[in-house]
């Protein structure tokens, strides 16, 4: 497979703190990629960073061959990038309606959206039942729902996930990762930030680990499991 994202030496900084140092990584067509590292490592700038909401110091991002590092997030939309921020994020006094048609919000094909918008219900029936409803009143998984929806919306090639199971219930961390098997068997690229590294085990094809702001891991599923410091840190015990 081809690598849909190249990211390579790349740097991003809050002031004088380098919180990615190099980074290098890549995200293969059609696959799930997952990554894992403690609170604080760089994951969420990482994917901030992908999504042009952070411009970052030196380094390059390469999407569908392209180099888009520092362009604006909407242009990256356009490219085909949409981020489900961490802690969801929906707009909390906006409709689910109106949620699903911000989402379309660089798409001037009309039509299109109203189909869309009616996949969106299909796919995810209690928003449809919740479509009147403001965002910010509903549960977190349906908050998380409306987050994955309101993604998809502009038509993504690559679908960034920071935390989807993050404060959510077992019951409904099972339904997002149903859901993130669905979207991968659909023909949707995803690049996922996780904690959760038994569930990320069940769906993702690689994975990397990132800490201190520096990738310290890359490997399938089968290697990740073998790693004795990473199974006793992410998984729970020593491997047996």
Known sequence: MAALL???DLVTAYGRIEALRGVSLQVEQGSITCLLGPNGAGKTTLMMTTAGILR????SIRFAGSEIAGAAPHRIV???IALVPENRLVFPHMTVL???RAGAYQRNDAGGIVTDIDRMFARFPRLKERAAQEGGTLSGGEQQM???ARALMSRPKLMLMDEPSLGLAPLV???I???IAELHRDGTTIFLVEQNAHMALRVAHHFYLIEQGRITFSGDPGSLAEDEVIHRAYLGSAKV
């Open 177 to 179: 990762f149903g859901i």
């Open 6 to 8: 190249e990211i390579k």
């Open 78 to 80: 356009e490219r085909g």
């Open 173 to 175: 961390v099972e339904e």
């Open 56 to 59: 970052p110091r030196s380094g």
């Open 98 to 100: 109106e949620n699903l």
């Open 146 to 148: 409306l987050s994955v």
